[in-house]
């Protein structure tokens, strides 16, 4: 990744960041001038003006927390302005209209929570919070939807869904919320059997750069009316639109659900066994895996779910259905891991020896996040493979890592033949950090080499730029920033990511 360089903000956080000079050399050379700080803060005081007083922040906290995040890959030195905290579709149009008008960036925030810099804000401007929309506006029980505004977190819709016998299946981070969700077209362990956030869209109401508010569609199930601007939109990464609103299809939530674990000799053994599970037909809810070094963090941070574990590549399956479909799929499930070398074999239908089960898979981001050494940084990236690839990036990239010395863990969603791999490093140390990127350039030289993509789920924000364009060809990413340049004439929304003007 060309133009980074080590930064620090705050007094205590060394982070890795694109410098002020290297990101307008590096990721600025096309692009429109935008306004200057007292024009920034002169259009801030004019939506103060008519939002009230509340609804915009420059307190530093905030706006480093707007910006700059942990557990990203990809921080920029430069912040917003200020932070504006909407609480209508009509106020959304307001704010865009007044930053049309001054050519002030807008950069989208719902909770923060991805990983890839899609929310750093190298050009400043605006932070645009959804988060005080937070309103579950109805609930439509007979046709399995319900229509929310952009701050309502997932966990909570799921909560307030409960006695409906309905949910929204998808799990990305705990904090995120629906329209970071729809932005990034999240997914997580459910997206095997539910699919991911672009399956659960029925509409959308989006606010474009120039304030013009559009809706997508009506609220039928399908449609074949018209372009699909869900499609376009969701994934969008907030570059296209701000969503304000999203109708979303909801799921039932399944009678009975089973969890089992079962730990392999090796990585490859372990996908062999996962493969064969699906093209077995075995009714799967979820498939994760977690590997060797992955399994000894947890043990090392004291084990989860009351035990310590098998520091073996191990597979966590989720099944759900009918009481009697579960316990035939976890038969099926127990076949099959035996006959590729599956050891340890545990399954479950009881709720509290399920939780038991998955909570390795759950705490694992925050086990690896617990042992890092005082001064590194984790990065952590995804790719997905067609699945018959999935076994070999998975030990290709292993073997890479450790060549160059560095920490690292893998832990895939390979139901879908997407994996994660986190990497350790520390940001003043040159080689490290020259060795990180190598390791995850090759890693997505290898996906695509196979067909794949240089993400399966976490998006391309500013740290998969670099590799859009050898996954997609320069044509695809024409068209991409023509549709950009119609909607979003000024390059205002999230400038600087997914494509250069
Ligand atoms: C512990 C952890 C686990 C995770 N697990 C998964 C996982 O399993 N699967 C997965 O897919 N992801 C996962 N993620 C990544 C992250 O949770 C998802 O990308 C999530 O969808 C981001 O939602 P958010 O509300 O935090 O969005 P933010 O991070 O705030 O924003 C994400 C992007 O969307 C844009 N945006 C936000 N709101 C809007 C809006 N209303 N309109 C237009 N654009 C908008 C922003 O500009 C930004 O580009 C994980 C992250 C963490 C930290």
Redesign the pocket.
């Known amino acids: 990744m060309a133009g980074l360089a080590v930064g620090a903000v705050g007094t205590s956080v060394a982070y890795y960041s694109w410098s002020d000079t290297e990101t307008k050399q590096s990721i600025g050379k096309n692009m429109p001038k935008y306004a200057d700080k007292p024009t920034m803060l002169k259009a801030a005081k004019e939506i103060q003006d008519v939002l009230g007083e509340d609804a915009v922040s420059m307190d530093a906290d905030d706006l480093e927390s707007h910006s700059y995040s942990e557990?990203s890959t990809s921080n920029v030195s430069a912040r917003p302005i200020a932070i504006i905290m909407p609480t209508t579709t009509e106020q959304v149009s307001l704010i865009a209209k007044i930053c049309t008008k001054y050519k002030i960036p807008m950069?989208?925030?719902?909770?923060?929570?991805?990983?890839e810099g899609?929310?750093s804000t190298p050009y400043s401007g605006f932070s645009i919070d959804?988060s005080r929309m937070d309103k579950i506006i109805a609930i439509h029980e007979e046709d399995m939807d319900a229509v929310v505004q952009?701050g309502v977190n997932w966990v909570n819709l799921n909560d307030t869904l409960k006695s409906t016998g309905l949910f929204l299946p998808l799990?990305?981070?705990p904090?995120?919320?629906i329209?970071?969700?729809v932005?990034?077209n999240?997914?997580?362990?459910n997206a095997m059997r539910y699919g991911t956030m672009k399956d659960w869209v029925i509409n959308l109401t989006v606010v474009l750069a120039d304030g013009t508010v559009l809706k997508t569609r009506r609220r039928p199930r399908k449609t074949s009316a018209g372009y699909n601007l869900n499609g376009l939109f969701t994934g969008s990464?907030?570059t296209l639109g701000?969503?304000t609103e999203v109708t979303l299809k909801l799921a039932i939530v399944p009678s009975h659900f089973g969890v089992a674990t079962t730990a392999f000799p090796s990585v490859a053994a372990a996908t062999r066994a996962a493969t064969s599970m699906i093209r077995g037909g075995v009714a799967l809810a979820a498939l994760e895996l977690m590997d060797d070094v992955q399994m000894r963090v947890i043990n090392q941070t004291g084990g989860t779910g009351g035990k310590m574990w098998s520091e073996k590549p191990t597979l966590f399956i989720k099944f759900s259905g009918s009481e009697r479909a579960v316990e035939d799929s976890i038969s099926a499930a127990r076949e099959i891991a035996h006959a590729h070398g599956g050891s340890r074999f545990v399954a479950s239908l009881d709720e509290k020896t399920m939780t038991a089960l998955w909570s390795a898979r759950k705490q694992a981001?925050w086990a690896i996040l617990s042992v890092r050494p005082e001064g590194t940084q984790i990065w952590s990236t995804d790719v997905a493979v067609p699945l018959s690839n999935l076994g070999d990036i998975v030990e290709q990239s292993k073997t890479d890592a450790s060549k160059l010395g560095l920490f690292s863990t893998v832990l895939g969603h390979v139901g879908d033949g997407n994996f994660h791999q986190a990497v350790m490093y520390n940001p003043d140390i040159p080689e490290q950090v020259d060795g990180v990127k190598k390791c995850v350039d090759t890693m997505v030289d290898r996906a695509l080499e196979m067909d794949g993509t240089v993400s399966g789920?976490?998006?391309i924000?500013l740290g998969k730029k670099h590799c859009l364009e050898k996954e997609l060809g320069p044509v695809t990413i024409d068209v991409m920033k023509t549709l950009k340049r119609s909607l979003d004439p000024h390059w205002l929304l999230?400038p600087g990511?997914i494509l250069d003007a």
């Open positions: 557990a950069i989208p925030f719902g909770a923060g929570s991805s990983v899609h929310f959804l952009p799990d990305p981070s904090t995120a919320h329209g970071g969700m932005a990034t999240c997914s997580g362990t990464e907030g701000i969503i981001l789920e976490h998006g924000g999230n990511k």
